[in-house]
């Protein structure tokens, strides 16, 4: 046999913060447990924390919504590699955890695993089963995480 590389399996995650917040929890380690147990590699996520106003602008681009919201997510595959882009309004992310009554640290871990599993192509539309298998998902690992840390 000639030459025969190995191929590792790889993820490559990276967080980048155009809005500065202080994390309580290890993001890459969530998010690396969560590839883990889905049984995903080659997989490169890029997790941005941004504002309402670039957020919006992204919304409006690429969703044709003129509004703010709390994640959204672009997965996209090339070959065997697959990944996906995650960005986060710190700024709703604040507003929801006031009206929902919940931890802001909790609701940043709420839309990180949201965003992931966008990211690994599970969605949430009109379809019952799609979006039930989405929330049980969400919800299993928000559980998990909060319960580990």
């Known amino acids: 046999m000639k030459d025969m590389k190995k191929v590792d399996n790889k993820e490559d995650i990276s967080i980048f913060f155009d809005k500065k917040i202080k994390l309580k929890y290890d993001i890459k380690k969530i998010i690396k447990k969560i590839l883990l147990l889905e049984k995903k590699n080659n997989y490169r996520i890029n997790l941005i924390f941004t504002d309402d106003k670039k957020i919006k602008q992204i919304n ?53 695993i949201h965003g992931v599993l966008h990211a690994l192509g599970y969605n949430h539309t009109d379809d019952f089963k799609s979006n039930e298998i989405m929330k049980k998902k969400q919800e299993l690992y928000v559980k998990k995480f909060l319960k580990e840390n």
């Open 60 to 112: 409006t681009d690429f969703r044709l919504k003129k509004s703010e919201t709390d994640v959204i997510s672009f997965y996209y595959k090339e070959h065997k590699f697959c990944g996906g882009d995650i960005f986060i309004s710190v700024d709703t992310a604040k507003r929801n955890s006031k009206e929902h009554g919940v931890d802001f640290q909790h609701e940043i871990i709420r839309l990180v």
